[in-house]
C-alpha cells in the first residue's frame, strides 16, 4: 500500500504479469464467492485446534515434563531462585531495606551520589553531571519509589540479558548448525508480540517481579544474539587470520581478538537490550513487576495524560541514563597499574564507599531524610490535563468531522474489501509475489504461512489487522517521506528531527495512546492514529539514512553534468536511496505491528485484541497462536519486501553495499 | 640484491611440491580422484574453482621471495596456504623436512607461534590495544610474562623507529606508522619465517617508498627467510632476491629480477617486464668481459646494478673494474656495453 507514495520509476518486475495476475485474483475475489464459497470462508471443520494443542503442551511442561533427574516444573523453580536472589538484594538496597535487620534502603542522594561516582568513572564530570541529573529529574517528579522498584529489575535483567546474547551468539559463531538452528527462532521471537508469550511465563512463573524479569530476558536478549552473530561475521578477515597467525588458543581468540575487534557493533547490542528492557517495563508491570510501568499502565486506566507523560518521561530519562552509564563504562580500558597507594590507585570505588556509608549513616540517623522531601516535588499533570480537556472543548467538532469523514469514507469501505477477501485468493497472490521476487521458496514460505493463518481460523482477525497495519502504515510513509527528504538535504534540521524522534522511540509504547484515546476516544481510527505516531519513526530515519548514505561522488557527478538540485534529489538520491527506504517501509511495519497489539487496549478487534483476551483469561494457547499469527503476518512482509529490496539493490549494482541495521 | 654471486647456493627452507588450493564440493576428495594435476576442463567440468593451481615453489634460507600477481591470481591464497591459514586441498609443504599439511592443529599452533610472521595488507592491528600492547600480543599469546614482553615489544618499536609512540593507539597514528607496528608485531617473536601480504600497498607512493627502503634495512639486520606478496612489479623488482609470477593461480615463472628481465619465459611475463629499465636490474657479472690490459681505474662490486655504475663513468673512463666479495677483481666493463644497455631501454 505504501508503494503508492514513492513516486520514483519503480523497477519493473516483468509488469504485465503482475497486472494479469492480480486481474485473475480481482475476478476471482468477485467472481468467485458462489462457486466456492469455502475459498472465501474457510468451513469450520478445517480449523485445527492449535490453541487447544498449544494449551495442552504448556499444562503438560507445568505438571507431567521430566529430563530425567529433574522436572520442567522444578527448573522453572530453579531458574525463579536464581533469579529471586540477586533480585532480593538489589531491591533491598534501592527500595526496601532489610526491616528486621534494622537496615534502612540507600536513600535517594545516596543513589544518585553513587550513580554520579560511577558516572565520573565511566565519562569524567560531564556524565556524572548527566547521569545525576537523570535521576534528579524522577526524584523531582515524584516518581522515585518506582523507578527504583524498576531500576531493581533492569539491573538484574540487563546484565544477564547481555552476558546470554552474547554467549549464544558466540555459540553459533563457531557451531554452524546452531546458527542454522537459531536463525528461525530469532525470527520468531523478534516478530511475536509480547503479550502472547506472556501468559506461558505467567503460567510457568507465577505472577511476580520473577516473571517480569524472565518475560523482559525473553524479550530483549534476541537483538543481543544477532547483533553479537553480525559483530563476529564482520570482524575483517586479516584481524581474524592474525590471530590463528600468532598461534591463539581457542579462548585467546575468542576473548582476545574477536570481542575485543567486534567492540563497537557489541555495544550497540547492549543499547538495545538496555532500551529493550525499558521499552518491556510497562508490559511486565502487566505481570507483576510494578515499578513505573505501572504507573504507566495506572494513568492509562485512569487517563491521566500528564501523569502518564511524566511516568513515561521518567522512564526516558533512566534509559538515558542507564544507557551512556554503560557506553561509557565499555570504553574504558583497563589503565596499567600505576604507582601511588591504594587508596590513590581506587578513588572512584573509596568515593562510592564514602557515598554509600555516609547517606546510609544519615538514613539511619534521620529517617526523614530517606524519602525525596514532597514539598520540592513538582507535577506538570494538571497542566497536561488541562490542555487536553481544553483542545476538546474547543475542538470536539472539529475532530469528530475528521474522524467520521475518514472512517465513513475510506477506512471502512476498505475493510469491508479486505475481509471479503477469499484466503485462498491471498494465498496464491503472495505465494506469486513470492515466486516473482525471489523463487520457489519465498512463493511457499509467503503462501504456506498465508494458509496457516486461515487453519487457526482467526482469518478475519489477521485481516483487520492487515487493515490496520496497512493504513498506518501507509500514513507514517506520507508523513515521514516529506519530513525525511526535508531533513536529508538540511543539517540543522536533521539535528532537531533527530533528537525528537530519539525521544519517541524511547518513549514507551503506551504513552502514545492517551492523547489519541483523549481527543478521540476508542476505536479503529484512536488505535491507527497511536500506531502512525510510533512507526513514522523508522519511516523518517530510514529515509534520512539512504538519501545521506547515497555515494557523494555520484551526486558530484550529477552536479557536474548540470542536474538541479531537484534532478539531483530525484533522479540521483531518490533512486538509489531506494533499497534503504524499502527497509525503512519493513521496520515501520514491524513497529506498527508490534504497536497494533498494545493498542488492543483501546478496543480494536483484531489479533492484538484476541492476544489481550487470552491474557486476560490466562489461556497459555489461544494467546500463543493470535502471536504467532502476528509473527506470521511480519515474517511475509519482511520477507517480501527484503526480497524487493535485495532485486533492486542488485540491478542498481549496490550488492553487499547496504545491509538493514538491526532496528 | 643481495645476491651472493659466486657462493654456493643457499639450503631451502621453505618448499612446495604441487600445492592446489581448490573451492567447491569437497575438493579434497576430489583432487585424490582426479590424479596430481587435473586439467582445466576437468575442473570446470566439476564445477571447482581453483585458487592455486599446481604450485611448485623453494625459498632458500635469507633470501627475500617475492610472489608477484595481479588481483585474483591467488597469490594471497598462496601465501595462506603456506601458513595453513588456508588449508590447501592438495600437495606437500615442507619446513625444515617435515610436512605441514600432516601436522596436527596443535603442531601447526607451536610452529606460527615461533617460527611464523606475518604483516597484513591493511595492517591488522587490534584497534583496543596500544601499540606496545599490540605488538607484546604475539608474546602475550604464548604466555610470556609482561616484563619480559613489555621489553622485547620495545626493543622492536625501537627497532622500527617508533619510540616514543609505544601508549598511542593505532587509530591515532598514520598509515604508514600503523604498518610499523604491524612490522614491530610480525618480529616480536623472533621467527625465522616472514611473511609480508602487500605490506605496503594500502600506503601512499612516497610512505611505500620510505617503507621500503627501511623493510630491506631491517632484513640486512635480521636475515630473515622472506615471503614478501604484491602486486608491482616495480617493487618486485626493487625488493626481490628471487620473484615468482603467477597468474590464474599458477607460477609463470620463477628466477631473480636480472633473469625474468632479461628472458621473460611467457608473453604475459614480456607484458610486465617491458617497461622495466634494464639498467636499474642487470647487474655488472652479466655485462663484464675477462680483464685485460691495465688494471681499470675504478672498481664496483659485480652485484652493483648498471645504473649504479653509471656514474663512474662519467669522469671519462671507458672501462671499470668489477670486483668479487672478497674484492678480486674477475673481469671489467666496457663504457660502450653500458650505453647500449642503458639507450636499449
Known amino acids: 500500500m505504501a508503494e503508492a507514495a514513492l513516486p520514483a520509476r519503480l523497477p519493473r518486475?516483468?509488469?504485465?504479469?503482475?497486472?494479469?495476475?492480480?486481474?485473475?485474483?480481482?475476478?476471482?475475489?468477485v467472481l468467485g464467492a458462489a462457486a466456492f464459497p469455502w475459498a472465501f470462508e474457510m468451513p469450520r471443520a478445517w480449523h485445527v485446534p492449535f490453541a487447544a494443542w498449544f494449551g495442552g503442551f504448556v499444562k503438560w511442561l507445568l505438571n507431567d515434563a521430566s529430563f530425567g533427574l529433574f522436572t520442567f516444573a522444578g527448573l522453572t523453580r530453579f531458574i525463579a531462585a536464581a533469579l529471586e536472589l540477586p533480585y532480593r538484594i538489589v531491591l533491598g538496597i534501592l527500595s526496601t531495606g532489610w526491616p528486621a535487620a534494622g537496615l534502612p534502603p540507600l536513600p535517594w542522594f545516596g543513589v544518585i551520589g553513587l550513580a554520579g561516582v560511577l558516572g565520573h568513572r565511566a565519562g569524567g564530570w560531564p556524565l556524572a553531571a548527566l547521569v545525576a541529573a537523570c535521576l534528579g529529574f524522577i526524584a523531582l517528579f515524584g516518581f522515585w519509589d518506582s523507578a527504583m522498584l524498576t531500576l531493581a529489575s533492569i539491573v538484574i535483567a540487563v546484565p544477564i540479558g547481555i552476558a546470554g546474547g552474547l554467549a549464544l551468539g558466540l555459540l553459533a559463531h563457531?557451531?554452524?548448525?546452531?546458527?542454522?538452528?537459531?536463525?528461525?527462532?530469532?525470527?520468531?521471537m523478534q516478530t511475536i508480540p509480547v503479550f502472547a508469550y506472556l501468559v506461558p511465563?505467567?503460567?510457568?512463573?507465577?505472577?511476580?517481579?520473577?516473571?517480569?524479569?524472565?518475560?523482559?530476558?525473553?524479550?530483549?536478549?534476541?537483538?543481543?544474539?544477532?547483533?553479537?552473530?553480525?559483530?563476529?561475521?564482520?570482524?575483517?578477515?586479516?584481524?581474524?587470520?592474525?590471530?590463528?597467525?600468532?598461534?591463539?588458543?581457542?579462548?585467546?581468540?575468542?576473548?582476545?581478538?574477536?570481542?575485543?575487534?567486534?567492540?563497537?557493533?557489541?555495544?550497540?547490542?547492549?543499547?538495545?537490550?538496555?532500551?529493550?528492557?525499558?521499552?518491556?517495563?510497562?508490559?511486565?508491570?502487566m505481570i507483576g513487576a510494578g515499578g513505573l510501568g505501572f504507573d504507566v499502565l495506572s494513568a492509562l486506566r485512569r487517563l491521566d495524560f500528564g501523569a502518564g507523560l511524566e511516568a513515561g518521561f521518567s522512564i526516558v530519562a533512566l534509559a538515558?541514563?542507564?544507557?551512556?552509564?554503560?557506553?561509557?563504562?565499555?570504553?574504558?580500558?583497563?589503565?596499567?597499574?600505576?604507582?601511588?597507594?591504594?587508596?590513590?590507585?581506587?578513588?572512584?570505588?573509596?568515593?562510592?564507599?564514602?557515598?554509600?556509608?555516609?547517606?546510609?549513616?544519615?538514613?539511619?540517623?534521620?529517617?526523614?531524610?530517606?524519602?525525596f522531601p514532597e514539598a520540592w516535588q513538582l507535577s506538570t499533570g494538571d497542566f497536561w490535563s488541562r490542555v487536553m480537556r481544553e483542545i476538546n472543548v474547543t475542538y470536539f467538532d472539529t475532530l469528530e468531522a475528521i474522524k467520521t469523514t475518514l472512517l465513513v469514507n475510506v477506512m471502512i469501505p476498505v475493510k469491508r474489501f479486505l475481509l471479503g477477501l477469499p484466503w485462498l485468493g491471498v494465498a496464491a497472490l503472495l505465494a506469486f509475489a513470492g515466486w516473482r521476487l525471489r523463487g520457489a521458496g519465498l512463493a511457499a514460505l509467503a503462501g504456506g504461512l498465508t494458509v496457516l493463518i486461515a487453519l487457526t481460523g482467526l482469518w478475519e482477525q489477521a485481516m483487520t489487522t492487515v487493515y490496520l497495519c496497512g493504513f498506518a502504515v501507509a500514513f507514517a510513509m506520507l508523513i515521514g517521506l516529506p519530513i525525511g527528504i526535508l531533513a536529508a538535504e538540511r543539517d540543522w534540521l536533521w539535528s532537531g528531527v533527530r533528537a525528537v524522534i530519539d525521544t519517541l522511540q524511547t518513549l514507551p509504547s503506551f504513552?502514545?495512546?492517551?492523547?489519541?484515546?483523549?481527543?478521540?476516544?476508542?476505536?479503529?481510527?484512536?488505535?491507527?492514529?497511536?500506531?502512525?505516531?510510533?512507526?513514522?519513526?523508522?519511516?523518517?530515519?530510514?529515509?534520512?539514512?539512504?538519501?545521506?548514505?547515497?555515494?557523494?561522488?555520484?551526486?558530484?557527478?550529477?552536479?557536474?553534468?548540470?542536474?538541479?538540485?531537484?534532478?539531483?534529489?530525484?533522479?540521483?538520491?531518490?533512486?538509489?536511496?531506494?533499497?534503504?527506504?524499502?527497509?525503512?517501509?519493513?521496520?515501520?511495519?514491524?513497529?506498527?505491528?508490534?504497536?497494533?497489539?498494545?493498542?488492543?487496549?483501546?478496543?480494536?478487534?483484531?489479533?492484538?485484541?484476541?492476544?489481550?483476551?487470552?491474557?486476560?483469561?490466562?489461556?497459555?494457547?489461544?494467546?500463543?497462536?493470535?502471536?504467532?499469527?502476528?509473527?506470521?503476518?511480519?515474517?511475509?512482509?519482511?520477507?517480501?519486501?527484503?526480497?524487493?529490496?535485495?532485486?533492486?539493490?542488485?540491478?542498481?549494482?549496490?550488492?553487499?553495499?547496504?545491509?538493514?541495521?538491526?532496528? | 640484491m643481495q645476491v651472493k654471486t659466486g657462493h654456493p647456493r643457499p639450503t631451502a627452507r621453505l618448499v612446495c611440491r604441487n600445492v592446489w588450493k581448490l573451492f567447491g564440493n569437497r575438493p579434497k576428495a576430489w583432487l585424490e580422484r582426479h590424479g596430481p594435476s587435473p586439467s582445466a576442463e576437468a575442473l570446470a567440468a566439476a564445477g571447482m574453482v581453483a585458487a592455486v593451481r599446481g604450485v611448485d615453489l623453494e625459498v632458500r634460507e635469507g633470501e627475500i621471495f617475492v610472489i608477484m600477481g595481479l588481483s585474483g591470481s591467488g597469490k594471497s591464497t598462496l601465501v595462506r596456504c603456506?601458513?595453513?591459514?588456508?588449508?590447501?586441498?592438495?600437495?606437500?609443504?615442507?619446513?625444515?623436512?617435515?610436512?605441514?599439511?600432516?601436522?596436527?592443529?596443535?603442531?601447526?599452533?607451536?610452529?606460527?607461534?615461533?617460527?611464523?610472521?606475518?604483516?597484513?595488507?591493511?595492517?591488522?592491528?587490534?584497534?583496543?590495544?596500544?601499540?606496545?600492547?599490540?605488538?607484546?600480543?604475539?608474546?602475550?599469546?604464548?604466555?610470556?610474562?609482561?616484563?619480559?614482553?613489555?621489553?622485547?615489544?620495545?626493543?622492536?618499536?625501537?627497532?622500527?623507529?617508533?619510540?616514543?609512540?609505544?601508549?598511542?593507539?593505532?587509530?591515532?597514528?598514520?598509515?604508514?606508522?600503523?604498518?610499523?607496528?604491524?612490522?614491530?608485531?610480525?618480529?616480536?617473536?623472533?621467527?625465522?619465517?616472514?611473511?609480508?601480504?602487500?605490506?605496503?600497498?594500502?600506503?601512499?607512493?612516497?610512505?611505500?617508498?620510505?617503507?621500503?627502503?627501511e623493510f630491506l634495512r631491517l632484513q640486512r639486520m635480521l636475515h630473515k627467510t622472506i615471503v614478501f606478496i604484491t602486486h608491482d612489479f616495480d617493487e618486485a623488482i626493487r625488493l626481490a632476491d628471487r620473484i615468482a609470477i603467477m597468474k590464474d593461480g599458477m607460477i609463470e615463472q620463477i628466477g631473480t629480477p636480472e633473469e625474468i628481465v632479461l628472458s621473460p619465459?611467457?608473453?604475459?611475463?614480456?607484458?610486465?617486464?617491458?617497461?622495466?629499465?634494464?639498467?636499474?636490474?642487470?647487474?655488472?657479472?652479466?655485462?663484464?668481459?675477462?680483464?685485460?690490459?691495465?688494471?681499470?681505474?675504478?672498481?664496483?662490486?659485480?652485484?652493483?646494478?648498471?645504473?649504479?655504475?653509471?656514474?663512474?663513468?662519467?669522469?671519462?673512463?671507458?672501462?671499470?673494474?668489477?670486483?668479487?666479495?672478497?674484492?678480486?677483481?674477475?673481469?671489467?666493463?666496457?663504457r660502450d656495453a653500458v650505453v647500449d644497455l642503458m639507450l636499449g631501454g
Open chain 1, 13 to 29: 518486475l516483468g509488469a504485465a504479469t503482475w497486472i494479469v495476475a492480480l486481474a485473475v485474483f480481482l475476478a476471482f475475489a
Open chain 1, 174 to 188: 563457531r557451531v554452524p548448525w546452531f546458527a542454522r538452528a537459531i536463525a528461525p527462532v530469532l525470527d520468531l
Open chain 1, 201 to 285: 511465563i505467567l503460567i510457568l512463573f507465577g505472577f511476580g517481579p520473577v516473571a517480569a524479569i524472565v518475560a523482559t530476558l525473553t524479550y530483549a536478549m534476541p537483538p543481543m544474539v544477532r547483533v553479537t552473530m553480525l559483530a563476529l561475521a564482520r570482524v575483517p578477515a586479516e584481524i581474524v587470520d592474525l590471530g590463528r597467525m600468532v598461534g591463539c588458543s581457542r579462548r585467546q581468540m575468542t576473548w582476545r581478538v574477536m570481542v575485543p575487534a567486534a567492540r563497537d557493533a557489541l555495544m550497540v547490542g547492549a543499547n538495545q537490550v538496555i532500551m529493550l528492557s525499558l521499552n518491556m517495563v510497562i508490559i511486565a508491570s
Open chain 1, 320 to 371: 538515558i541514563a542507564l544507557d551512556r552509564l554503560g557506553q561509557g563504562l565499555a570504553r574504558l580500558r583497563s589503565a596499567p597499574p600505576t604507582g601511588g597507594s591504594w587508596a590513590a590507585r581506587h578513588p572512584h570505588l573509596l568515593a562510592g564507599l564514602a557515598v554509600v556509608l555516609l547517606s546510609g549513616a544519615a538514613a539511619l540517623a534521620w529517617p526523614g531524610a530517606r524519602a
Open chain 1, 511 to 663: 504513552v502514545y495512546l492517551m492523547p489519541a484515546v483523549m481527543l478521540f476516544r476508542v476505536g479503529d481510527f484512536t488505535a491507527m492514529l497511536a500506531v502512525i505516531a510510533f512507526a513514522v519513526v523508522p519511516a523518517i530515519r530510514y529515509t534520512v539514512l539512504g538519501l545521506r548514505g547515497v555515494d557523494p561522488r555520484i551526486v558530484e557527478a550529477g552536479r557536474a553534468m548540470g542536474c538541479t538540485r531537484r534532478q539531483i534529489l530525484w533522479r540521483i538520491r531518490f533512486r538509489l536511496a531506494m533499497p534503504e527506504i524499502m527497509l525503512g517501509l519493513n521496520q515501520t511495519i514491524m513497529f506498527a505491528l508490534s504497536m497494533l497489539v498494545i493498542t488492543a487496549l483501546v478496543g480494536t478487534r483484531d489479533l492484538g485484541q484476541e492476544v489481550y483476551i487470552a491474557l486476560t483469561k490466562a489461556d497459555a494457547g489461544r494467546g500463543l497462536v493470535a502471536g504467532l499469527n502476528v509473527a506470521f503476518i511480519a515474517i511475509i512482509a519482511d520477507r517480501l519486501i527484503q526480497a524487493g529490496a535485495a532485486r533492486m539493490r542488485a540491478r542498481l549494482g549496490l550488492e553487499g553495499a547496504a545491509s538493514g541495521p538491526a532496528a
Open chain 2, 82 to 213: 603456506l601458513s595453513r591459514l588456508v588449508e590447501p586441498s592438495g600437495g606437500e609443504i615442507l619446513y625444515e623436512g617435515r610436512d605441514l599439511l600432516s601436522m596436527s592443529e596443535a603442531e601447526i599452533m607451536q610452529i606460527r607461534r615461533h617460527k611464523m610472521g606475518m604483516v597484513f595488507q591493511h595492517f591488522a592491528l587490534l584497534p583496543h590495544m596500544s601499540v606496545l600492547e599490540n605488538v607484546a600480543f604475539p608474546l602475550e599469546v604464548q604466555g610470556v610474562a609482561r616484563g619480559e614482553r613489555d621489553e622485547r615489544a620495545r626493543r622492536m618499536i625501537a627497532l622500527v623507529g617508533l619510540e616514543g609512540r609505544e601508549a598511542a593507539f593505532p587509530r591515532e597514528l598514520s598509515g604508514g606508522q600503523q604498518q610499523r607496528v604491524g612490522i614491530a608485531r610480525s618480529l616480536a617473536a623472533d621467527p625465522e619465517l616472514w611473511f609480508l601480504d602487500e605490506p605496503f600497498s594500502a600506503l601512499d607512493p612516497l610512505i611505500r617508498r620510505e617503507m621500503q627502503v
Open chain 2, 265 to 334: 619465459a611467457t608473453p604475459y611475463v614480456t607484458e610486465f617486464t617491458g617497461a622495466v629499465p634494464r639498467a636499474k636490474v642487470v647487474r655488472l657479472a652479466t655485462v663484464m668481459v675477462p680483464a685485460e690490459g691495465p688494471a681499470p681505474a675504478r672498481h664496483l662490486p659485480a652485484d652493483a646494478t648498471v645504473a649504479e655504475a653509471a656514474p663512474a663513468f662519467r669522469a671519462g673512463a671507458d672501462r671499470i673494474g668489477v670486483t668479487d666479495a672478497e674484492g678480486r677483481l674477475v673481469g671489467q666493463v666496457h
